[in-house]
């Protein structure tokens, strides 16, 4: 199974400032086909996964151009720039490219 | 607009069978795969099993292979989640999700609790 290892677990930012979020693959989520496929989401509290990027760093619509993705193969960042309140919550990374499908463990995004 | 309606959910006995279901609008439900994922209390995200959009293939988590099995009936729109022999550990928010390069669209989630 491919481990998605994501850090920090947990991250305190100051509102208008920047926050990044690591996430890394024990194996390539380069798919034969040629995406990657390699998702971020934001689970606010007591709602579904919301989806923010895809195939590693398009924004998905409607999404705040606040959020970027970047990365390719095993390693991969979220950043958040300008973080606003609405941004807490917690940030999951995703990999569909191989059975079992998985998911990092989360890091929770506080407002200082 | 996609729509994902789950229901099914509730509280029983360890040992016992529950079946989901996920009511799919806004698309052409016959031509996409559909996921099942879930989420224990406070914890991280699972998947558990995916069907092909005509039922060819299905894949499971070994967590849950052996005893949930999950279908589809296309002129529904609806996707299930048979659960059987369910053990505490089963205790989660259930996600229907629908399977696209995004993997943007998601259910509300039912909650099966299992305790005796």
């Known amino acids: 199974d491919v481990v998605m290892t994501q850090t920090p677990v947990s991250l305190s930012v100051s509102l208008g400032n920047q926050a990044s979020i690591s996430c890394r693959s024990s194996?390539?989520?380069?798919?034969?086909?040629?995406?990657?496929?390699l998702s971020w989401y934001l689970q606010k509290p007591g709602q579904s996964p919301q989806l923010l990027i895809y195939l590693a760093s398009n924004r998905f619509s409607g999404v705040s151009n606040r959020f970027s993705g970047s990365g390719s193969g095993t390693d991969f960042t979220l950043k958040i720039s300008r973080v606003e309140p609405e941004d807490l919550g917690v940030y999951y990374c995703f990999q569909h490219t191989h059975l079992p499908l998985t998911f990092g463990s989360g890091t929770k995004l506080e407002i200082k | 607009e996609v729509q994902l309606v789950e229901s099914g959910g509730g509280l029983v006995k360890p040992g016992s069978s529950l079946k989901l279901s996920c009511v799919a609008s806004g698309f052409t439900f016959s031509s996409y795969g559909m996921h099942w994922i879930r989420q224990a209390p406070k914890k991280g995200l699972e998947w558990i099993a995916l069907?092909?959009?005509?039922?060819?293939?299905?894949y499971y988590a070994d967590s849950v292979k052996g005893r949930f099995t999950i279908s589809r009936d296309n002129s529904k729109n609806t996707l299930y989640l048979e659960m059987n022999s369910l053990r505490s550990e089963d205790t989660a928010m259930y996600y229907c999700?629908?399977?696209?390069?995004?993997?943007?669209?998601w259910g509300q989630g039912t909650l099966v609790t299992v305790s005796s």
């Open positions: 999700v629908v399977h696209t390069e995004a993997f943007a669209y």
């Open positions: 194996q390539s989520l380069l798919h034969s086909d040629g995406n990657t496929y």
């Open positions: 069907i092909y959009y005509d039922s060819s293939n299905k």
